[in-house]
T-cell receptor
């Protein structure tokens, strides 16, 4: 089966950085995605990683270690508007078809 | 732009009643999904489909049925609504790539 774990909450300060962690277990790994979800809205896709290492996308960077079942989303130069929930989603396969499994999400609060 | 439209956007249902949530996508995507979101549980997969006229059980299918009559439409049916099914429901679609596009959600309250 698949399991995705994230911490519930994270706080940081405007202008600094925040790292949102995600650990997972899956059979048939086909990549990991990160989504941002603002209160009362639908999740929005941010990034996708399938190879080990750090993928720098400017404000958002993502890291993946497949051997450890671990990923993180790094947000730099934080702004107040980055306060949101960040969801990790692992894409496994079931009978040859893609099946995304989401974590519970990490609620990030950015303080002035 | 990719679009997933859910209806209704909110609904109050009576315990034991039948509820149908509808979803329509204009993305021409093969995959469609129904998730529910509850505080403390995050997004949980109820049913999904990778082709018209076929549906698959997700992680929490009990108490729900799904129907995919065409590539564009995917419905979630609660035959006998229960209090525990009060939640926000999201429909989503994707291609074989990693990005999943979500609808705006349906807030269902069962009383």
């Amino acid at each position: 089966g698949q399991g995705v774990e994230q911490p519930d909450n994270l706080m940081s300060v405007e202008g600094t950085f925040a790292r949102v962690n995600c650990t997972y277990s899956t059979s048939g790994f086909n990549g990991l995605s990160w989504y941002q979800q603002r209160e009362g809205h639908a999740p929005v896709f941010l990034s996708y990683v399938v190879l080990d290492g750090l993928k720098d996308s400017g404000h958002f960077s993502t890291f993946l270690s497949r051997s450890n079942g671990y990923s993180y989303l790094l947000l730099t130069e934080l702004q107040i508007k980055d306060s949101a929930s960040y969801l990790c989603a692992v894409r496994g396969t079931s009978g040859g078809n893609y099946k995304p499994t989401f974590g519970k999400g990490t609620s990030l609060v950015v303080h002035p | 732009e990719a679009a997933v439209t859910q209806s209704p956007r909110s609904k109050v249902a009576v315990t034991g009643g039948k509820v149908t949530l509808s979803c329509h996508q204009t993305n021409n995507h093969d995959y469609m999904y129904w998730y529910r979101q509850d505080t403390g549980h995050g997004l949980r997969l109820i049913h999904y489909s990778y082709v018209a006229d076929s549906t698959e059980k997700g992680d929490i299918p009990d108490g729900y049925k799904a129907s995919r009559p065409s590539q564009e439409n995917f419905s979630l049916i609660l035959e006998l609504a229960s209090l525990s099914q009060t939640a926000v429901y999201f429909c989503a679609s994707s291609e074989r790539g990693p990005e999943v596009f979500f609808g705006k959600g349906t807030r269902l309250t069962v009383v």
